[in-house]
């Protein structure tokens, strides 16, 4: 039985979530939302585990935002209120929306006419009528309608659709935070795009219009925007850096060639690719700061050892953090909750 088992006696390698970190995470995320009188949408492929994506709702999230349609379909188990960030089109995903909107309360995003036409056609036929945003490319340029005269067009079409219910406004503001003084200006006149079409539609819909922000990185000042409604944080894994985040890969040191360098049996099918990835420490707690990875094969990793790790022996156990924390979770079918050292829950990611 692996619940209660030992971290370090895990079979390697092993994808773990230090469960302490992670609660950390959302009680930071939760409090800082609720203060600012914000709702809050994490996301994440972590929370495709419904224990996980209900964690984060306890904390106090308003509800998930999915990513894909297919995810959603995932995470209704969990949350009843999910938000796809990615636009549907195509009979398959159409027909997903279905299926989702009969279980949960279904927030969907578009920047043309022509798909929501196409939610309302297939939503108006099974008596359906999910929640529409509309998204503005509010300057990353990728999907997103053109702030302004475009904007307002489309929500004159989006009214008169009888299967959808639109509710205000969306856009991505990619990672913000890096320069604080330059990114509060840039922050402000991106949000202004969105509370020009919130402004249009105030009167002209029955709710008061949501405006939704997707954003990672330094989050404090979006807290201060109160025109923004709705915060979508992404993955609570990618909040914090490297050597932080609560996501680890456990792996054993399999040779020592030579005093100065080990081989653990973690490689590129494991890990990823080679840059960012970080030695934290061995599984025993104690830190290698001067262990350092200098190639990462399919199957193997080379590590460089200065002389506080050049005492690990063949057997031992080590921790890695990997740089792309969504990556690592596609690349492994089991996710390891673990606690003070501990195997306290096991899930599976496929």
Not at 59 to 79: E, K, L, M, Y
Not at 108 to 136: F, G, M, N, W
Request: charged fraction near 25%.
């Amino acid at each position: 039985m692996l619940i209660g088992c030992r971290q370090s006696e895990l079979e390697t390698p092993a994808l773990c979530l230090d469960l302490d970190r992670f609660d950390d995470l959302l009680r930071t995320h939760a409090s800082l939302w609720q203060q600012s009188g914000k709702q809050w949408r994490p996301g994440g492929l972590e929370l495709l585990v419904p224990a996980l994506a209900q964690r984060a709702i306890d904390f106090g999230a308003f509800g998930i935002d999915c990513g894909s349609v297919a995810n959603a379909c995932h995470q209704n188990r969990s949350a009843r209120d999910l938000l796809v960030s990615t636009i549907v089109a195509g009979k398959p995903q159409l027909e997903r929306v279905v299926e989702l909107c009969r279980q949960a309360d279904v927030t969907l995003l578009c920047d043309h006419y022509a798909q929501a036409e196409a939610i309302s056609d297939i939503c108006l036929t099974h008596q359906l009528r999910p929640k529409v945003l509309i998204e503005v490319n509010v300057g990353l340029n990728r999907s997103g309608v053109r702030p302004g005269t475009d904007a307002r067009d489309l929500a004159l079409g989006l009214e008169r659709l009888k299967g959808i219910k639109l509710a205000g406004v969306a856009g991505n503001l990619g990672r913000i935070g890096r320069e604080p003084a330059r990114d509060e200006k840039w922050l402000r006149s991106r949000v202004a795009l969105l509370t020009e079409l919130r402004d249009a539609l105030i009167g002209r819909i029955p709710v008061t219009p949501i405006v939704s922000v997707a954003a990672t990185g330094s989050l404090s000042l979006l807290a201060e925007m109160s025109d923004v409604t709705e915060v979508r944080t992404g993955s609570l894994l990618d909040s914090e850096t490297v050597e932080q985040h609560p996501l680890r890969i456990l792996a054993t040191v399999i040779s020592r060639p030579k005093l100065e360098r080990g081989v653990l049996d973690l490689g590129r099918s494991s890990l990823g690719g080679f840059e960012g990835h970080r030695v934290t420490a061995a599984a025993n707690g104690r830190s290698l700061p001067d262990a350092d990875i200098t190639e990462i094969d399919e199957q193997i990793t080379t590590l460089s050892l200065g002389p506080d790790a050049q005492n690990l022996v063949i057997g031992d156990t080590v921790l890695v953090s990997p740089a792309e924390t969504q990556l690592a979770l596609r690349l492994h079918s089991r996710l390891y909750g673990v606690r003070q050292g501990m195997v306290e829950a096991v899930w599976d990611m496929r």
